[in-house]
């Protein structure tokens, strides 16, 4: 089976409800994201920022994947798929995907602020006085802007070794996971799908300028027909 790695953003998850600071010139649900999106955010009002994650949880139960969640999805019956996402959802999982990794952490988890790696699932709401095993308050398990991604080496050793990178639904303007297609080598098919796209097609990039559910539906076909 060839390699297919695809990167994902927001605008798969944004055909299903859920929305991106990026659309709102930088506000988050009516928030700047520094304030519930940043380690000093935190430090200054943590109970807005767990307040502002509870919603996003109850958000996210209410969510249901789409379309082009589900034709990732169905890629694996050609393609040893592996998913990149910059998303906190787990859409791609109950849409069936298997291999997901999550750069920038998950929404159904927290860690304590003590230990990074002490972490643990959490689907109710999570307020001041909700503790580790050790006694420190728990956070959301997401990665603020400020903080380093610790799952980057990882993401880019997968683009290093990918036979086609699929991009869906990402401004590519978030580092380090815009860089990332710089990792594939320079003979890999890169498709980028995405209504209004950051980059041009070339001899390596095929721009497909469509939401991710339309994009999705007509490049499944492809790439089965073209590499099957």
Not at 203 to 208: G, H, L, M, N, Y
Request: net charge negative; proline share 5%.
């Amino acid at each position: 089976m060839k390699k297919l790695v695809v990167l994902t953003g927001a605008g798969v998850s944004a055909e299903s409800g859920l929305k991106t600071f990026r659309d709102a010139d930088g506000l988050w649900e009516g928030h700047d994201v520094m304030q519930v999106a940043s380690p000093e955010g935190f430090h200054a009002d943590p109970g807005l920022v767990l307040d502002f994650y509870n919603q996003r949880r109850r958000q996210l139960k209410q969510a249901e994947p789409n379309s082009a969640h589900r034709d990732i999805a169905e890629l694996q019956s050609w393609f040893d798929v592996k998913i990149i996402t910059q998303n906190v959802d787990d859409l791609h999982e109950r849409a069936g995907s298997h291999n997901v990794m999550h750069l920038h952490g998950e929404l159904f988890k927290v860690r304590s602020t003590y230990d990074e790696f002490d972490v643990m699932e959490w689907r109710k709401d999570l307020i001041l006085g909700d503790l580790c095993q050790r006694g420190y308050q728990l956070r959301p398990h997401i990665v603020w802007f400020g903080e380093a991604v610790p799952l980057i080496p990882k993401a880019m050793t997968l683009c290093e070794q990918a036979d086609l990178l699929l991009i869906v639904g990402t401004s590519l303007q978030v580092y380090p996971a815009a860089s990332l297609m710089h990792y594939v080598a320079s003979h890999v098919p890169i498709f980028y799908i995405d209504p209004k796209p950051a980059i041009n097609s070339n001899s390596q990039i095929e721009v497909v300028a469509e939401p991710a559910t339309i994009g999705m539906k007509t490049l499944k076909e492809r790439l089965i027909n073209q590499f099957y």
